[in-house]
């Protein structure tokens, strides 16, 4: 039997599957022999799906594997997939038919080693930095005297009770505590909400403290996160990072307004001794009285100084009374004298003035003169010379012969007054005689 006969015989025993038949067989191989697996590779062409569910490559110097992180383990770890980060991931290898290509999927992971998080920790530095976050002119004052103080850490653990402790005996003022996870999964997100959510206070606090004790850098991986370092850098309340000890340096510390090497050493940054202060204020106090009367003393040595310089009060007294008498003596002889003056003044005048006796006679007969004038041209002077003054009842004067009315008018005379008509007849001749009085000036 030929080669080419045994091969046909061969293959025709073998049966024949479909597509879908061998991708299943595989997938069940696959899964079958790597149920449970552990890989070590650096993540690249990380793509996060709409759906939160995580794709990427596992890669070496050699080869390379898809992965995924399906939304409820990926939310669970505390440390977030970046290219270039370097894992350990747990899971199982499967196949993905509809694409002929096998995968894993990643259960969980954790950083190959520290040199991976500080590796992935500088890269995430430098972008953050290259933004202007930890830039200097971002950061706030932080105030001296602040009345309440806000505390972002866990409720339970030494790091709450040192920092309340501390600022008790230093300075005692209102202090709110937002409690949160400080490790593991989701304390990024409580903590981004503590910051944000004392920002958002009507009445927010004058300062804030995120603070918690010493650990690994996974353990202090959440305070590395970027949107914990977003929140502290964008804070309008002034914020000390207090995380880890004094060695251990998080992004959140470069982002925030003061950094403390320790959560006790943050209170202390917060809050003035309340001793120390009023040790100051009462040194204060001393020296500004010494002050004073170093002040006192100097004036009064130099108001001594210029009382040397002057003259003797009562020596000016002296001679002003002296001064007084001698005028006085002067007064007393320039006084007769004076008078004489003015009595010689006196009758020189009065010889030049008339006698008072002489002067009123004078006067008198000026006056009686004046008076005979005016006598004279009186109203009544003239009547008696016989002339008459024509009046209308009412009393108006007529002057002219073509105002002379037909109503009947009357005739003023020395003597009297008579009523009489325009018209040819007349009326009966009423003679009203009135006593005149003239009127004499009288002297005064």
Not at 230 to 256: F, K, M
Request: aromatic share 6%; hydrophobic share 40%; net charge neutral.
């Amino acid at each position: 039997m030929s080669e080419t006969q045994l091969f046909s015989e061969t293959t025709s025993l073998i049966p024949v599957l479909s597509v879908s038949d061998l991708s299943n067989a595989l997938k069940r191989t696959v899964e079958d022999q790597f149920n449970f697996v552990r890989i070590k590779g650096e993540i690249s062409g990380l793509k996060r799906h709409t759906s939160g569910h995580i794709y990427y490559a596992l890669k070496d110097e050699n080869a390379v594997m898809d992965a995924v992180s399906w939304r409820g383990s990926y939310s669970k770890n505390p440390i977030q997939l970046e290219d270039g980060l370097e894992i350990i991931a747990t899971g199982r290898i499967t196949t993905y038919p509809a694409r002929s290509k096998y995968q894993m999927v990643v259960e969980s992971y954790e950083a190959s080693g520290q040199g991976a998080l500080l590796k992935l920790l500088e890269e995430r530095k430098r972008l953050l930095a290259a933004e202007g976050l930890f830039a200097a002119e971002r950061k706030k004052q932080i105030p001296k005297f602040p009345q309440t103080i806000g505390v972002i850490t866990s409720p339970t653990g030494a790091v709450i009770r040192d920092i309340l402790h501390r600022i008790k005996d230093r300075f005692p003022c209102h202090v709110i505590v937002w409690p949160v996870a400080v490790q593991g999964v989701g304390a990024a997100e409580q903590i981004t909400a503590a910051i944000q959510g004392f920002n958002a206070m009507p009445n927010r606090p004058d300062v804030l403290i995120v603070a918690r004790g010493g650990g690994s850098l996974e353990d202090l991986w959440a305070f590395n996160e970027e949107l914990v370092v977003r929140a502290a850098a964008n804070s309008q309340i002034p914020l000390i990072s207090a995380v880890g000890h004094e060695t251990d340096t998080t992004l959140i510390d470069y982002a925030a307004d003061l950094r403390a090497p320790t959560p006790t050493g943050a209170a202390e940054f917060t809050v003035p001794v309340l001793a120390e202060l009023m040790g100051f204020l009462e040194d204060r106090s001393r020296r500004q009285l010494d002050v004073m009367h170093h002040i006192l003393d100097h004036r009064t040595l130099q108001l001594t100084s210029l009382e040397r310089g002057l003259i003797n009060p009562q020596r000016l007294i002296e001679e002003g009374m002296q001064r007084v008498d001698d005028w006085s003596d002067r007064l007393i002889r320039a006084l007769p004298q004076l008078c004489q003056i003015h009595q010689d003044r006196l009758a020189h005048t009065f010889i030049r003035l008339r006698h008072p006796k002489d002067q009123l006679e004078l006067c008198l007969e000026r006056f009686n003169q004046l008076s005979t004038r005016l006598d004279q041209a009186s109203f009544q002077k003239v009547l008696d010379r016989g002339f008459a003054m024509v009046t209308t009842e009412s009393g108006e004067s007529i002057t002219c012969s073509r105002k002379f009315p037909n109503t009947p008018v009357n005739l003023m005379f020395g003597d009297g007054k008579v009523e009489v008509i325009k018209t040819g007849g007349s009326l009966p001749h009423k003679k009203k005689k009135e006593k005149t009085t003239a009127h004499q000036p009288s002297l005064f």
